[in-house]
């Protein structure tokens, strides 16, 4: 999910980034306000203001448009609104097998899907 980050930013492009519950959003949370020059990234959770480019979630997402990003393998309600997408899968099997059934929901709504394996990134 990182490397997704600074291409979002330098085209000043908004994203939410939705999280399962408080574990992960905190867990997230810390890993953005503590990583090195390359990987901190300024951020709010469940809040926007239009200053601020990335927002993490668990709550409500109906305040946003623009990108959203999720980590937390469950389908999202009103994902339709946004105009991009990104399912981030990891490589636990059971992760997996729910990003399989959104990924066949997705293209059997004839959504345009790109796959990108993260290691070759």
Known sequence: M???LPERLNKKRNSLIYCLNDIQLNDLSDKL???SSDSFFPHEENNHHKLNKITLSNKSIEWMDDTIINISSQMIDGFNRYLNLFEIVSI???DKKLARIRFQYFKDRGYNIQSIDAKKT
Do not use: A
């Open 2 to 4: 990182f490397f997704l």
């Open 92 to 94: 636990d099997e059971e």
């Open 33 to 35: 306000w503590g990583g």
